[in-house]
């Protein structure tokens, strides 16, 4: 399936991109990450398991057990501190 991937902030420097499609075998959030990851270098940084990476699914904040769908829109950013 395709899905629309937006990057931002810090991910989005280390990636150096705001965003891609991808077509996906993943189910989840989780095992979307886990592809990107796997694609090495920069995304296995930026991604990295341990890392703290938050992720909206369809503007919505979502967990890693968020399945996916057909044409969604995800979204990998850091947490944000304000104040």
């Not at 991910?11 to 499609?21: C, I, K, N």
């Not at 075998?25 to 990107?36: N, V």
């Not at 057990?65 to 979204?75: D, K, S």
């Amino acid at each position: 399936m395709k899905v629309q991937i937006r990057y931002f902030a810090s991910v989005r420097e280390a990636l150096d991109t705001s965003g891609e499609t991808v077509d996906t075998g993943a189910a989840t959030l989780a095992a979307l990450r886990d592809e990107l990851i796997a694609r090495g270098g920069a995304y296995a940084t930026a991604l990295a398991r341990g890392k703290a990476v938050r992720m909206a699914l369809d503007q919505a904040m979502s967990d890693e057990a968020a399945a996916l769908r057909e044409g969604c829109e995800v979204a990998f950013f850091p947490p944000v501190t304000g104040g």
